[in-house]
């Protein structure tokens, strides 16, 4: 007997020990998303709460524990075309990003940049909460004469500046445009990636109404995957602008979404292996959700799975 003692207790530990490595992994770890939630009219929706919401990883519900405003401030980089392509519109383009400045800085401390990518990507004023310095930077972006636009390159400079960036977790990047011509080599996939990385959510605000040369070109195929994908996949926003007269109202509409986000918390096992789909509904009717596609920290997502 004395002699089993201390194998009984040994074996005991080592069972207590596998039960442990086995239990662990399915321990709860809250997780939070922002979500955009529109009403008919596309204006925020106001007043929902936990028994509003339902979340779903891989087809698997999660408990939701929290919803809130998002009151947190955000870093955003504000893109606005200065290719030869917006000669036309550029003064509203000026317009409607001054008038989106003006609502988000107005809100709280968050933060902007704004880079012009015709020619090529340029960091016209790096981040601030100072309104008087974006609205002076906005006032020096003028159409460059004879030029192409590089947005794609933009995408990725902005989101590699903002995943450097930690002192938030709501990152949005906006971008004004025209469907100008694109100079932009990039593979649609190696812009993504970076956009994922940042974590930011992508929106785009494109005056379609501009005549291009050629549709066509793998240049401008790729943009169209990158502007489809980021934005339905990081939960944002792409509006199809007929008439220059329609992007201040843009921007100050997209202002609006992204001051009345919900912030959701919800409850996730830790496991080895990260969910790949993330899917968010609203059990009111009438009610349109934005929200990302793919939890944090998973693969971005590539056109063939689409």
């Known amino acids: 007997m004395k002699t089993l003692r201390p194998l009984l207790a040994s074996t005991a530990l080592v069972l207590g020990a596998i039960v442990l490595a086995v239990e662990s992994p399915l321990a709860a770890a809250e997780r939070d998303l922002f979500v955009s939630v529109l009403n008919d009219t596309k204006e925020p929706a ?20 929290r919803v809130e405003r998002a009151t947190a401030p955000m870093q955003i ?15 509203k383009f000026r317009d409607g990003a001054k008038g989106f400045v003006k609502l988000v800085t107005a809100a709280g401390k968050s ?15 790096d981040y601030t909460t100072d ?43 906006v971008v004004i445009m025209t469907e100008g011509t694109e100079f932009s080599t990039l593979h649609y996939q190696n812009v993504l990636d970076a956009i994922h990385r940042a974590n930011a959510t992508m929106h785009a605000l494109v005056l379609t109404s501009i005549s291009v040369s050629d549709l066509s070109s793998e240049e401008i195929r790729t943009r ?12 944002g926003r792409r509006d199809n602008l007929l008439a220059d007269l ?13 001051l009345n986000q919900y ?17 968010v509904t ?15 920290g998973g693969q971005a997502p590539t056109a063939q799975k689409q």
């Open 77 to 91: 980089a504000l893109l606005i075309d200065d290719s030869a392509a917006a000669d036309s519109p550029i003064k």
């Open 263 to 279: 912030r959701i918390v919800y409850a996730r096992p830790d496991t080895l292996i990260p969910p790949e789909k993330l899917e």
């Open 224 to 235: 169209n995957q990158v502007l489809d994908l980021g934005t339905r996949t990081t939960g």
């Open 111 to 125: 933060e902007i940049a704004v880079i012009t990518f015709g020619e090529r990507s340029t960091l016209v004023r």
């Open 46 to 65: 106001e007043g929902l709460t936990v028994d509003d919401f339902v979340v779903r990883e891989d087809g698997v519900a999660r408990e939701v524990l």
């Open 131 to 173: 309104p008087t310095s974006l609205f002076s930077a906005i006032d020096r972006i003028f159409p460059r004469s004879g030029t192409g636009m590089q947005l794609l390159d933009a995408l990725v400079d902005a989101s590699k500046g903002l995943a450097k960036r930690e002192t938030s977790a709501r990152r949005h990047i």
């Open 246 to 258: 329609s992007v201040e109202s843009a921007c100050a509409s997209l202002a609006r979404e992204l």
């Open 282 to 296: 609203v059990k009111r009717p009438g009610l349109t959700v934005r929200a990302p596609t793919r939890p944090a």
